[in-house]
């Protein structure tokens, strides 16, 4: 298993536009993907829990990512919340 | 007349006929279905149609609107692909009831979820959830869409709305959304702003079809929805919209234009912001610059310090956005009466002669330091300067100094290029106003801030509203003060500027003028009404 932590620079936290785009990043991977944060988590592939986390703006999350691509799946998904979050 | 007072989502003033808008609302019944399978069938049939429906949504808003506005479709679609939100449907249709009715029950179930959250952007997405699911439902019960029908551009008036029934109305055939419910936060507001309409939400009217064709007036300044106003009130707010939509033609004509009096003094304008998206508010208005970028909101609502990544990143975003035009940041400017439970300030009697701004920052330097770290390292990416709040004394300006040049070496030995800043303070206190003589020589700019410097000098509690007449912002004791430290600075060689509401005061700017204040720095709505008033001179 990989991991790795970030904090949410994003002024509205992880809203709709993002969740939306991080939905469809993480379904393009097999392993599975889970984003702890907020004393919650949520698999990264589905939208509603994970923005019912409430995650915000300076809360630090931690991705978890779990399978046969783990490692180019976790690079993509550090990316991504470099890009978007 | 009828009145109601609601939220404004967008300032401007609309006039016309009212349109209710009454959704064709669909009374779900509970009944048990005798082939659980079919009706499966039922609702996957209806999520297809749905999916469709939304996709070509997209389409049109992407047209009309942009990928911003239209990327809400997007997150429809997939709320409707959501593993969760699916298992819920069907686990009450396996139970045997009918596909409407387990619609219902995963709407209920997920709006309450968002609702229930302590964040009002996500208490507004209960609205999303609700409007995919009413979608489904509606095709399930074969109830047509929703529309507005009418020949002429009339206010829409409704209980709430859904961003796809904001969508699917003729922008031509709007002039302003009014609803009883919402909030600033829907997509309803923020499409309104995308189609530059005044919109007022959560006004609470408990009115119906009963308003339908009736005159009404929408002010987006007031935040009042006026339903038949009397022929005087109605004429006067026709002729306040006039007056409006003249005034705003005239100030964005001054837009490219030089801040520079007919005798051809000239004056800086620059914009006040708070937060990094406010960059693109000041860039529009046409500021020259960012005249005070108050750095606090990166330390308010939330649990811990801001990293020094996370401020950079901030300061670097909005350096980046202005170019080569001035950036003057603030440092923190925080004390007991602002709630920041991690820095643990204790209770002060008096808290806006406590604890606070740069005296935290000097006691507890390694606050400052990260702070310091950050600007200094987005400083190669625009043109930064950098001011200090709440000074006092001599002494404090030599102490910040020798943290500043303590802090570029350090950045220098780790790498980093640092470009040039200029170092300025607020001048905010009489003290400082009384020796910016001294201070002028310590320093590269002053920038006046008006409202504590009022508040010291006429000791008056500004958040006092039954002293409000008291405080006299045009006290000659605080003009004179200005005036006093814009001489020294002038003399010293340096430049003066005032971030304060004050500065934004057309009544004064002939004044600050003739003083020779180089800088006024004001709200972003402010700065063409500002420059007309420098050009009126």
């Known amino acids: 298993m990989k991991e790795f932590q970030f904090i949410i620079r994003d002024p509205v936290g992880i809203h709709a536009r993002p969740a939306g785009l991080l939905v469809k990043q993480a379904a393009e991977f097999q392993s599975s993907i889970t984003i702890n944060g907020n004393g919650k988590s949520a698999d990264a592939k589905k939208l509603i829990k994970l923005m019912s986390l409430g995650i915000k703006q300076g809360m630090e999350i931690t991705c978890q990512v779990e399978g046969e691509d783990e490692e180019t799946a976790c690079e993509a998904m550090k990316n991504f919340f470099n890009e978007n979050l | ?537």
């Open chain 2, 1 to 537: 007349m009828e009145k109601y007072t609601g939220k404004s989502v967008l300032k401007g003033i609309a006039i016309g006929r009212i349109y209710w808008y009454q959704k064709q609302d669909y009374q779900v019944i509970k009944t048990e279905v005798e082939d659980k399978e079919a009706e499966k069938r039922r609702f996957s049939r209806a999520v297809e149609t749905a999916q469709a429906q939304l996709s070509s949504l997209y389409d049109e808003t992407l047209a009309r609107a942009g990928e911003d506005h239209a990327m809400i479709f997007d997150i429809h679609k997939m709320m409707l692909e959501d593993d969760d939100y699916l298992d819920a449907v069907n686990e009450v249709l396996e139970e045997g009831f009918n596909a409407e009715y387990a619609v219902e029950t995963a709407q209920n179930q997920f709006a309450e979820l968002f609702a229930s959250m302590d964040d009002e952007y996500m208490k507004a997405r209960a609205v999303d959830i609700k409007d995919i699911s009413r979608r489904v439902i509606r095709i399930l019960a074969g109830v047509p869409e929703d529309g507005i029908l009418t020949d002429e551009p009339v206010i829409v008036a409704a209980d709430d709305l859904t961003p796809s029934e904001t969508v699917k109305m003729d922008k031509n055939k709007i002039l302003a959304f009014v609803t009883a419910r919402g909030s600033s936060n829907s997509h309803t507001a923020i499409l309104a702003r995308s189609m530059n309409l005044p919109a007022l939400v959560n006004t609470g009217m408990k009115a119906g079809e009963e308003l339908n064709g009736k005159i009404g007036v929408v002010d987006g300044f007031s935040g009042e929805f006026l339903v038949e106003p009397e022929q005087d009130l109605l004429d006067e707010m026709i002729h306040r919209k006039n007056q409006w939509v003249a005034d705003l033609e005239a100030l964005e004509q001054l837009k490219g234009k030089d801040n520079v009096t007919s005798d051809g003094r000239r004056v800086d304008l620059f914009a006040n912001i708070g937060k990094v998206e406010d960059t693109d508010g000041a860039l529009n208005a046409d500021a020259g610059g960012i005249g005070l970028f108050r750095s606090e909101f990166l330390y308010l609502g939330r649990e811990s310090f801001p990293t020094e990544e996370e401020q950079f990143l901030s300061y670097k975003a909005v350096l980046e956005k202005m170019g080569n035009k001035k950036v003057v940041i603030r440092t923190l400017d925080i004390g007991a009466d602002k709630k920041v439970d991690y820095f643990g300030l204790e209770q002060e009697e008096n808290p806006a002669l406590g604890y606070r701004a740069i005296r935290i920052c000097l006691d507890r330097p390694e606050i400052f330091i990260t702070q310091l770290r950050a600007i200094f390292r987005a400083s190669a990416y625009g043109r930064a300067a950098v001011m200090f709040p709440m000074i006092v004394s001599v002494n404090e300006v030599r102490r910040i100094k020798e943290i500043v040049e303590q802090v570029k070496k350090e950045l220098s030995a780790e790498g980093y290029s640092v470009g040039k800043v200029e170092l300025g303070i607020m001048v905010e206190t009489p003290a400082a106003a009384l020796i910016s003589d001294e201070l002028a020589k310590e320093v590269d700019f002053f920038s006046i801030g008006t409202n504590d410097l009022t508040q010291y000098t006429l000791a008056v509690d500004r958040q006092n509203q039954k002293l409000e007449s008291t405080c006299d912002t045009h006290h000659p004791a605080v003009l004179k003060l200005i005036e006093m430290t814009v001489a020294n600075a002038h003399r010293a060689g340096i430049w003066a500027g005032i971030c304060g509401e004050l500065a934004a005061d057309t009544d004064l700017t002939e004044t600050f003028l003739a003083m020779g204040v180089d800088e006024l720095s004001v709200s972003a709505s402010s700065v063409l009404k500002v420059r007309k008033a420098v050009r009126d001179i």
